[in-house]
């Protein structure tokens, strides 16, 4: 089953796309212990999982992206695709507690809600 073929695993919302700045000599040792994958984690609040891995609300961390689909809001890692709901947000670094970056975001999104009146509807 090709990529873009798989089903959704898990939906989130509040999520940040973290990219990670490797210096280039170790982007090559990341690519071969991680073929395929980019420097790149999702977190978010978790608001449906398919599979039962998480409940509704539970802070997520992905392992490291394989594809980012932007125009549909997915994000493909070797073993799930998770939907992105709503607006998130992207930034450099590596978030070294993702239930901090989830409250984060959600101060960060809030006021981007406030301005649009877009609401969040799980």
Not at 7 to 17: F, L, Q, R, V
Not at 33 to 47: E, I, M, N, S, Y
Request: proline content about 5%; charged content about 20%.
């Amino acid at each position: 089953m090709s990529e873009t073929n798989k089903k959704i695993t898990a939906t989130i919302e509040y999520w940040t796309i973290w990219t990670v700045a490797l210096p280039v000599e170790y982007m090559d040792a990341f690519q071969q212990k991680k073929p395929g994958a980019l420097p790149q984690v999702v977190t978010g609040q978790v608001v449906k999982d398919f599979q039962g891995r998480w409940r509704c609300g539970d802070t997520l961390r992905t392992t490291a992206l394989s594809r980012v689909d932007l125009e549909n809001n997915v994000v493909y890692t070797q073993n799930s695709v998770y939907q992105l709901i709503g607006p998130g947000l992207h930034k450099t670094g590596a978030p070294d507690d993702p239930a901090q970056a989830v409250s984060a975001a959600q101060v960060e999104l809030s006021g981007l809600l406030k301005r649009t009146g877009w609401t969040f509807q799980s």
